[in-house]
């Protein structure tokens, strides 16, 4: 019977409750419900019909207040923020009542849950920042026995490293997360709503990582366990990663298939955020199958959602890119002004909602060229309206102040390669005086006598493999086999037939830095006295240079290379002509 009335809730939630929320009140069929069971119907339905979870939400804070039940209370106003997050709308209210309302309590769950949503939601605005800040918060109010709520915040710290594109850092956290899942589920204590929402988390960041196969991989996965679970808060947004990767590997029919089956999902959940990606894809699998004509109404939809819900995404810049041409092919000028237009206002609401990532994204339609082409359109459209030429301005403004942050930006990526360029060639082993000043100091191996006068952290010296570990990282400086490609710290202790954590141990204490930062910064360092005295490597293109020293793409080498030295390669390599 309980299962009938749940079934009866969820479906028809209308015979209950108003549907104003500000007159919601609990009917008397369900005030002798408990909360397990209203906060069941709320799970039930959340990610799946978020109008509906956002009114089980207000009816738990509503039966907590009534009860005056402080933890109630804190999970209605928790699930509220949550939901309201989905929907793009403003869950700020609610997360700052929950801070207030449990700042003094010292639950298995408050604080640090309060301090989580505000995360969430500052996360979901590009505020990353603010996003880490609340989860440093949580973590420092998290209680030793709350694992869940350990691994949890780690999850949401590896989803704040996806969003600011650290996709290598954050996937052993959404690995842990799953291993933590999985491991309940093999001991029979399976969450199936988290161990589901894992799954689809590796999904994600493979797809982000371009590893394609293993993110249709668990995308499989995750679909199969959301049908053996019965819980289907995830089921669309795996069908969307499973289509998107089959896109990549180019199997557009069974791609085009599954992404029209999302559409449903998403907008009966008002998430417009993915409906506009997954309008992009359809338009990107209709361009790669040349049906132009098909492939502009999905870049169109894609546009229309993006200007209606505020939604601008990097990954569907592009679009415009097939829009702008496809006009400019046709000779429809207003309709080129028009996406020119909608470009340029979707690159500064991007610019200024990401204003605290590194990467720089290379465009094909950079503002440059985009002002050039506006000012053409422009002239050839005589009569055109007094609102252009006040947008013209205003662009106008944003470009030439782009510009100038930009020439001071290469002005100092100049200087410093100026400076790089100007040091002379290091001995094979270089000394002191004659280390690069602007880029961190060259790894070399240290003598046994250097050895001695720099005393150890900790007993690592007195360890019996010590001496032989020493001898096998001067080796592998001395080969230079830190140019082989996908060394990693695991690989190189096999190699060197030792413990994982005992070698990231040895090279943090011995070279002073992380095995990441010492692996860039042999590589930086070999790069930069190799094309001071190699004439024939400086006119290899980047990508080739990245290859050649152990880097898998230009985009890592480049930023290992700016942090490093504080400019960046072609700067170093102008400089050095």
């Known amino acids: 019977m309980k299962k009938i009335h749940l079934i009866v809730f969820t479906a028809f939630p209308f015979f209950f409750f108003a549907q104003s929320i500000k007159g919601l009140h609990i009917p008397d069929s369900l005030k002798n419900k408990s909360y397990q069971y209203i906060e069941e119907a709320y799970n039930k339905v959340f990610q799946v019909d978020n109008d509906k979870a956002e009114l089980f939400a207000n009816y738990i804070l509503l039966k907590g207040k009534k009860e005056n039940n402080k933890d109630i209370i804190f999970d209605g106003y928790y699930n509220i923020a949550r939901v309201k997050n989905l929907k793009n709308e403003n869950g700020h209210p609610y997360a700052d009542s929950l801070i207030a309302a449990s700042k003094n309590v010292k639950n298995y769950d408050y604080p640090a849950k309060s301090h989580i949503i505000k995360g969430i939601l500052f996360n979901n605005e590009g505020r990353y920042k603010e996003a880490l800040d609340e989860y440093t918060i949580a973590i420092n109010h998290n209680r030793t026995e709350n694992k869940e709520q350990f691994f949890y915040i780690n999850k949401l710290i590896a989803i704040l490293k996806t969003a600011t594109e650290e996709y290598e850092e954050a996937l052993p956290l959404f690995l842990k997360y799953y291993e933590y899942e999985n491991d309940k589920v093999k001991a029979g204590n399976a969450d199936a709503k988290n161990y589901i929402a894992s799954i689809f988390s590796l999904a994600n960041i493979y797809t982000k990582c371009k590893d394609y196969k293993k993110s249709t991989e668990f995308a499989d996965l995750g679909l199969v366990e959301c049908k053996k679970y019965n819980n289907y808060s995830n089921y669309s947004y795996l069908l969307m990663i499973k289509g998107i990767s089959l896109f990549y590997l180019k199997d557009l029919p069974a791609s085009y298939k599954i992404l029209q089956e999302v559409e449903k999902g998403l907008v009966n959940n008002k998430d417009y955020t993915n409906l506009g990606v997954l309008y992009y894809y359809l338009g990107k699998i209709k361009h790669a199958a040349h049906s132009e004509n098909e492939a502009i109404e999905f870049f169109k939809k894609a546009d229309s959602i993006s200007f209606m819900f505020k939604t601008f995404e990097p990954v569907k810049r592009d679009g415009y890119e097939f829009l702008i041409d496809y006009y400019k092919k046709k000779g429809d000028l207003k309709n080129q002004l028009k996406y020119i237009n909608n470009l340029i206002y979707s690159d500064s609401v991007i610019t200024i909602n990401r204003k605290n990532l590194s990467k720089e994204i290379l465009k094909k339609y950079d503002t440059p060229l985009l002002m050039k082409e506006k000012v053409s359109v422009i002239e050839k459209l005589n009569n055109q309206k007094t609102w252009l030429i006040a947008a013209l301005l205003f662009i106008s403004l944003l470009f030439i102040f782009i510009i100038r942050k930009n020439r001071k930006k290469i002005k100092e990526y100049e200087k410093q390669a100026k400076v790089l360029s100007e040091k002379p060639l ?111 490597i400086r006119k290899h293109t980047i990508a080739a240079i990245a290859d050649d020293i152990g880097y898998n793409n230009a985009e890592s080498f480049t930023n290992a290379f700016k942090k490093i030295t504080g400019t960046l390669p072609s700067y170093y390599i102008k400089a050095l002509h």
């Open 426 to 536: 290091m001995a094979s082993v270089p000394q002191k005086e004659t280390k690069i000043e602007s880029i961190a100091p060259v790894i070399h191996a240290e003598t046994a006598s250097e050895r001695k006068e720099k005393a150890p952290k900790s007993d690592l010296s007195t360890h019996p493999k010590f001496k032989i570990l020493i001898e096998k990282i001067e080796q592998f400086e001395k080969s230079k086999s830190f140019l082989t490609k996908n060394i990693t710290l695991d690989s190189l202790s096999k190699d060197f037939d030792t413990n994982r954590d005992y070698l990231s141990k040895l090279v943090n204490e011995v070279k002073g830095k992380n095995f990441s930062q010492y692996l860039n910064e042999l590589r930086i360092n070999y790069i930069v006295e190799e094309l001071k005295s190699n004439e024939k």
